[in-house]
């Protein structure tokens, strides 16, 4: 039983957070609920020990990213603000929800969002237990720069 299934093994009925330490990063999962074989998460973050460069990592994610339904690409890219966005175009059938990715130099955070006439809101997705693990591994496998 790997470490991820520990912790969310261990969260109450009605969800919590999970934090789990992967190698030089650590993920803290916001648990909606799990079972043996899913779970439904608000969002996942990732603190790495080294700081990344934001806009290599921003060129370099997309294409490690591969537990997500969805590609993800690069909407707003700024260093020197401290940080990059990047989104899956939205998707129609499940009312213009899309995955949003957020990069800072010591931490990076996925999200789903939905688009509504009033803005924008935070909506919960789901994932195996496995496509969890891997997307703590793909996020956090980012070489320092």
């Known amino acids: ?19 789990v330490q992967r190698g030089d990063h650590r993920a803290r999962v916001d648990v909606v609920e799990a079972d043996r074989l899913g779970v439904r998460i608000r969002k996942l973050e ?13 060129r370099e994610l997309p294409e490690r990213l591969r537990s997500l339904p969805d590609r993800v690409a690069p909407v707003e890219i700024a260093p020197s603000l401290g940080g ?7 998707d129609e059938l499940r009312g213009k929800e899309y995955f949003e990715v957020d ?3 010591t ?10 006439e ?3 809101e935070p909506t919960d997705f789901t994932l195996t237990r496995e496509q969890l693990e891997r997307l703590i591994d793909e996020v956090g496998d980012s070489e320092r720069r």
């Open 1 to 19: 039983m790997s470490g991820l299934d520990d912790a969310l093994d261990a969260l109450p009925a009605d969800g919590g957070t999970a934090e």
């Open 46 to 58: 990732v603190e790495r020990d080294q700081p990344v460069d934001v806009a290599r990592e921003a």
């Open 84 to 90: 990059a966005r990047l989104r899956t175009r939205p």
């Open 103 to 105: 990069v800072e130099p």
């Open 107 to 116: 931490r990076t955070t996925v999200r789903r969002t939905r688009a509504t």
């Open 118 to 120: 009033d803005g924008r």
